[in-house]
């Protein structure tokens, strides 16, 4: 059994799990005007605000990290904690990240360095840590993981995709454990950009747990285990990869999607919510925390997690009024993207 | 029960033109495509050259509505066609789940650094956000499934310059457990200024000329292009009567949790790579050793120590040669074009040449290949190692 024995969030409305799990249970939501970029147009975004990686993290060395990197340091140290690990083996630890726009921040500032100074007006530490794979390589750094530690790119199914393969690298006897993470950072290009393609709300955090192959229960418990998962893509038809990504991890779970006691999906495709709406409850956390690309699918597994344990679903987060078993046992995390890529997730309560 | 995974086609573009014969005859020839680099001014920075595919510029797009595509997209799609060419893949084949597997660094970091311009010179208002759109490094592996009418999945795997590798490795271990019969996988970058500058920034780049394992190597030479290999399970290729080039048998990875940008110097977190490829493939006789050999002091250096104490000291005896003096550093594209260099020299049994290699180093005692050479290449073990210590390697063999 590959169980979940950790999480961490780093999120706009909290920060470690009692943090975030209360404010979602009192439906907190941060969306404000942006106060970090000097822009002609305002922006309203929910930011994680007065983040001082220094009362997270003891190892200095990241102090001039980007903050994609400071996120998901901190959550990778909150779920490698949560999980309560007596030996740690960093030979056999996996790290996978899932990243949809990596460090921007960084980027654009080695970008501005280059146009306005020249060559010679650049740091080196600014190309270092504006590479897709530093947040991963800061992790592995600071945690010594020495196993394969990879950075996935993706969409909104990212994350999912880390987990999955994660998953398959537990499943085939490459690692013992695995650490997946997600991380995003806010950035002014990109709050212009998506902002003319109607995207709104957009965050920034990270979301890491900590996977293990288990025997059975053991002290202290899992939150859950991974039951079923799968992703698929089908640019010519996003429904039908949808579709089949649910499909091939209820089979790989063995359920029906009866079975399943809520979905939640940050999908906002209209055929995507077709398929489940009003056939099992479902839910977002978008609405609370704001849009972080691949990392939402990473807040809703931490969600769902706590949910598991807690016996409970938040209402903060419910986008219908359906009634939810008394008995959570399974819940999907789903996402799909305009693109054609999609993929589902399925946690289920340890027996 | 595990599968055997075979390669049945190969796309190529790289400073040595386009295609695998022309790739091959330029590296067993020892010519150096490296030259002044023409796509950017680069007469203001330490090192002035480059690994550019000058040969190549755009491929033809039958289904993508963009008006504009990232180089990062067109070579990509061009190499996957070709390597479909290679592979006599019809519509039949392309019908059924196929994983696509990519690495790269950049993604379309062209098309990144002209949005950056413009916002910074124009304002973001005025910058046009079309750039964007095949800017994040996953749109092209979108673009690749949509011209080509695939479905299945994709990964895309960012690991610096093992992100090739990785990904071979990757679709090499999803068809070996049975996931799926049949993968498109490689890697692929392109010359882009911010590399340039970056790497130039870091003083990794050489003012002459890239000389691996030499005594007086000075820094490595950036390159571009993108290599497919196209995977198949055993059984699927053979009743596809289809070419088989060789075998994937082993792969192997590790991470030096050590520097972002330097690698551990004993090597011996990046020998745990070369070890679990070895073995897993059933630790074979290696007879050739396609290296990473970037011509950086630290890497070569690193290398030579990684290589020793996984295979032991019988490794120095083994013919050891690095191709990026001819097409330069190919960042996310270099494990897959030297997987597929490594699978050619097994194929024509011939020792590809470590160009600009006169000064013996004491600390890199390797079996440096100073010409190409006839060999009886059975095995190769092709490395590959990145910034933030991400080691990779592969083990490929002939077929049968």
């Known amino acids: ?351 | 029960m595990k599968k055997r995974v075979v390669v049945t086609g190969i796309g190529i573009i790289s400073a040595h033109g386009i295609g695998k014969e022309s790739n091959w005859t330029k590296i067993i020839s020892g010519i150096s495509s490296i030259g002044e680099i023409i796509s950017f001014d680069s007469s203001k920075y330490r090192g002035k050259y480059g690994g550019e595919a000058k040969e190549f510029h755009t491929t033809s797009i039958h289904n993508l509505k963009e008006k504009r595509l990232d180089r990062a997209s067109h070579l990509l799609i061009h190499a996957t066609r070709e390597a479909f060419f290679d592979a006599q893949i019809s519509d039949t084949v392309k019908n059924i789940p196929i994983l696509l597997s990519l690495g790269t660094t950049l993604g379309g970091m062209l098309s990144g650094e002209m949005f950056h311009k413009e916002a910074i010179e124009k304002g973001l208002d005025r910058a046009r956000h079309s750039l964007v759109s095949d800017y994040y490094a996953h749109c092209q592996a979108i673009n690749l499934f949509r011209e080509l009418e695939l479905k299945g999945d994709f990964s895309v795997f960012s690991n610096a310059c093992a992100s090739g590798a990785n990904a071979v490795g990757y679709a090499f271990s999803s068809i070996r457990n049975n996931k799926y019969d049949a993968a498109i996988c490689g890697g692929y970058d392109t010359m882009s200024e911010f590399t340039f500058a970056g790497f130039n920034s870091l003083m990794a780049v050489t003012p002459s000329i890239c000389r691996p394992f030499d005594k007086k190597r000075d820094g490595l030479i950036l390159g571009e292009g993108a290599g497919i290999l196209i995977l198949e399970e055993l059984e699927h290729a053979l009743k596809r009567r289809t070419q088989i080039y060789g075998e994937i048998t082993g792969y192997g990875e590790s991470s030096d949790a050590y520097h972002i940008t330097s690698p551990e110097p004993s090597g011996r977190i990046a020998s745990v790579a070369i070890k679990k490829a070895w073995s897993d493939a059933g630790n074979p006789v290696i007879d050739y050793i396609n290296a990473h050999g970037t011509g950086t002091k630290y890497n070569d250096l690193m290398e030579t120590n990684a290589i020793v104490t996984a295979l032991g000291n019988g490794a120095r005896k083994i013919p050891v040669s690095s191709i990026k003096p001819m097409i330069g550093h190919l960042l996310g594209g270099a494990g897959a074009v030297e997987a597929i260099i490594s699978l050619l020299s097994i194929m024509y049994k011939t020792l590809p040449p470590n160009i600009n290699y006169n000064t013996p180093d004491p600390e890199c005692d390797l079996h440096i290949v100073t010409k190409a050479a006839r060999h009886n290449i059975k095995t190769a073990l092709s490395n590959s190692f990145g910034f933030g210590g991400s080691n990779a390697s592969i083990i490929i063999r002939e077929y049968p």
Not at chain 1, 182 to 194: I, K, P, T, V
Not at chain 1, 327 to 332: E, T
Request: charged share 15%.
């Open chain 1, 1 to 351: 059994m590959i169980a979940l024995t950790g999480i961490g969030p780093v999120t706009p409305i909290g920060i470690g799990k009692d943090h975030f799990w209360n404010n979602v249970i009192s439906g907190y939501s941060c969306m404000k005007k942006s106060t970090r970029f000097l822009s002609s147009q305002e922006f309203y975004c929910c930011e994680i605000s007065r983040f001082n990686v220094d009362e997270h993290l003891q190892d200095s060395r990241f102090r001039r990290a980007a903050d994609i990197s400071k996120y998901a340091l901190v959550a990778t140290q909150l779920a490698i904690h949560d999980a309560n690990i007596k030996e740690w083996h960093g030979e056999n630890t996996a790290l996978v990240m899932g990243i949809t726009n990596g460090p921007l921040n960084y980027t654009q500032e080695f970008h501005t360095a280059f146009v306005k100074e020249g060559i010679d007006g650049i740091s080196p530490s600014l190309f270092s840590e504006s590479v897709l794979n530093a947040p991963a390589s800061n992790i592995a750094i600071s945690s010594i993981i020495r196993g394969p530690v990879q950075t996935l790119l993706g969409g909104t199914t990212g994350s999912l995709k880390a987990i999955i393969f994660a998953f398959q690298m537990l499943s085939t006897g490459i690692v013992d454990r695995a650490i997946v993470a997600s991380s995003e950072e806010l950035n002014e290009l990109s709050l212009f950009y998506y902002s003319r393609f109607g995207y709104t709300m957009l965050s920034e955090g990270s979301g890491a747990i900590c996977i293990e192959k288990v025997k059975g229960l053991e002290e202290p418990s899992p939150y859950c285990y991974l039951s079923g998962m799968a992703s698929h893509c089908n640019p010519s038809n996003p429904k039908d990869a949808f579709y089949t990504a649910v499909q091939q991890s209820l089979k790989m779970a063995d359920l029906e999607l009866k079975d399943i006691d809520f979905i939640m999906s940050d999908s906002s495709l209209p055929a995507v919510r077709k398929h489940y709406q009003n056939i099992i409850p479902s839910g977002c956390i978008i609405p609370l925390t704001g849009n972080a690309f691949c990392v939402n699918a990473m807040w809703h597994i931490v969600l769902a997690s706590l949910s598991i344990k807690y016996r409970t679903i938040p209402v903060s987060i419910r986008t219908d009024t359906m009634k939810i078993s008394d008995n959570i046992s399974h819940i999907m995390i789903c996402s799909a993207e305009e693109k054609g890529a999609a993929a589902a997730v399925i946690l289920s309560k340890c027996l």
